[in-house]
């Protein structure tokens, strides 16, 4: 069976809606799936409604996205299995919540100061996780840019006029609040950070479950470093397409990149933390 543990949608910065995403989890034979959208849970919740309704053969794994901020580096941090009522986290959520509707309203007076003339309405976007993707989206259908990966390049990519930095929580943050919530915390694409030792020093540091070994970015030769590196540490290993949909990255159709489902089995069979 093929599984897909890592997937945006119009809850955060992907293209498709929940439901499309189930329809096309259907329609590829991709049996196991879970929502992995930016800070938000409520992309899995409409995908679980929304699968009751339709009835469709595939399975939903709650998950989570948490960016956090460790030294100078980004760190993505996966939750599987989160208790969707555990109150500390979605109060968190929220007030990450509101710290980028003020970071949005910050960054589209930035983009009108550069002569740009955009609307983005955080409104539009209630319950879901929003920034640089809804701008640069925006700034694509006004017809400035021929596509979101020019606009990041010119405009809103790190160091560029208009970037602003996005709210994180700390690493040690959100790995507790997974915890909490009854899930696992997964270290996210590895073979994104700029050295190993950042890494080994993140799976030290803190308390990690598991590591992110099959991703779009991992070569086959840094699938077998990650293995390698999980058995020394004792983490279980997740995999998924890290898919948003559109033209600026890969996979950019659902069902192009998928992992097996033995290669993922511990983390969709794992209980709840006691």
């Given at each position: 069976m093929h599984a897909d543990l890592h997937i945006h949608t119009t809850y955060s910065d992907g293209l498709l809606t929940p439901q499309e995403i189930i329809e096309a989890a259907s329609r590829t034979g991709i049996g196991i799936i879970s929502i992995t959208d930016h800070d938000s849970l409520d992309g899995c919740a409409a995908a679980r409604e929304y699968l009751r309704s339709t009835g469709r053969n595939v399975k939903i794994i709650a998950g989570i996205e948490l960016g956090t901020q460790f030294h100078e580096a980004s760190v993505h941090v996966l939750g599987y299995h989160i208790r969707s009522d555990y109150a500390p986290l979605n109060l968190r959520i929220a007030e990450l919540r509101n710290l980028r509707e003020k970071r949005l309203r910050d960054m589209i007076a930035k983009v009108h100061s550069l002569g740009y003339n955009v609307k983005v309405t955080p409104t539009e976007m209630l319950g879901r996780a929003y920034g640089r993707p809804h701008v640069a989206k925006a700034l694509v259908d006004e017809g400035y840019f021929a596509d979101t990966e020019k606009v990041f390049e010119v405009l809103l990519g790190e160091g560029k006029p208009a970037y602003m930095p996005q709210p994180k929580l700390s690493t040690a943050e959100a790995v507790a609040l997974i915890h909490d919530a009854g899930g696992i915390a997964c270290l996210a694409h590895p073979s994104e950070f700029s050295s190993l030792s950042i890494v080994n020093e993140l799976l030290a540091d803190f308390s990690f479950d598991g590591l992110e070994v099959w991703h779009p970015s991992?070569?086959?030769?840094?699938?077998?470093?990650?293995?390698?590196?999980?058995?020394?540490?004792?983490?279980?290993?997740?995999?998924?397409?890290?898919?948003?949909?559109?033209?600026?990255?890969?996979?950019?159709?659902?069902?192009?990149?998928?992992?097996?489902?033995?290669?993922?089995?511990?983390?969709?069979?794992y209980k709840y933390r006691q």
């Open positions: 991992a070569s086959g030769e840094d699938v077998r470093r990650w293995l390698n590196l999980a058995g020394k540490h004792n983490l279980t290993v997740c995999g998924g397409s890290d898919f948003h949909g559109g033209q600026a990255r890969y996979p950019r159709l659902f069902g192009e990149y998928f992992v097996l489902y033995d290669d993922v089995k511990s983390v969709i069979e």
